[in-house]
Antibody
């Protein structure tokens, strides 16, 4: 049974960085083909892909956000961490992590964690 | 960069109807890397269709995916009340690794 859960601050001040942690179980990020994805969804808006990390530590970022994002892994803790710098009100959203399947499908999602950017 | 455009933005149908949702890619995409999701309010997206025409776990056969090249379709037969939600298409590949459509809201007429 694959599960994922996001954790991090619910409130961030403008210009401050955001650090979110995805803690997962039921798979190993060391296994060939494994990957974890971060996605966000502003209130009432569509899903937006942010970042992807593969089992071999290959990392990919959204072109529009790549200068602000860093994705890292701690395989010993079964965690994937997303850092986003210089937060702004437009970054207010629910942030999800998800497990990447063999065709890139995202069958397993965390429940999401809401983040509000406000002073 | 591959962009996915979904249509219509909103689809108003009744229970028992058939829904046809469209997803158009700005460049040719293998259907193997197209997926469809359902999202109900306050919930994480739920995978419906992936890998050409595979249905995810516990997804009824009323849901089906088809298409090729740049045009892909999610069809939902015999709509049930719980099917009224927002639907997203998604593409996996490179440059960028993932893209999502902007969603189609399926509402009850």
């Amino acid at each position: 049974q694959i599960t994922l859960k996001e954790s991090g601050p619910n409130l961030v001040k403008p210009t401050q960085p955001l650090t979110l942690t995805c803690t997962f179980s039921g798979f190993s990020l060391s296994s060939d083909g494994a990957g974890v994805v971060w996605i966000r969804q502003p209130p009432g808006q569509a899903l937006e892909w942010l970042a992807l990390v593969y089992w071999d530590d290959d990392k990919h970022y959204s072109p529009s956000l790549k200068n602000r994002l860093t994705i890292t892994t701690d395989t010993s803790k079964n965690q994937v961490v997303l850092k986003m710098t210089n937060m702004d009100s437009v970054d207010t959203a629910t942030y999800f992590c998800a497990h990447k399947g063999g065709f890139g499908e995202l069958q397993y999602w965390g429940q999401g964690t809401p983040v509000t950017v406000s002073s | 960069e591959i962009v996915l455009t979904q249509s219509p933005g909103t689809l108003s149908l009744s229970p028992g109807d058939t829904a046809t949702l469209s997803c158009r890619a700005s460049q040719s995409v293998s259907i193997s890397y197209i997926a469809w999701y359902q999202q109900r309010p306050g919930q994480a997206p739920r995978l419906l269709i992936y890998g050409a025409s595979g249905r995810a776990t516990d997804i009824p056969d009323r849901f089906s995916g088809s298409g090729s090249g740049t045009d892909f379709t999610l069809t939902i037969h015999r709509l049930e009340p719980e099917d009224f939600a927002v639907y997203y298409c998604q593409r996996y590949g490179s440059s960028p690794a993932y893209s999502f459509g902007q969603g189609t809201k399926l509402e009850m007429k």
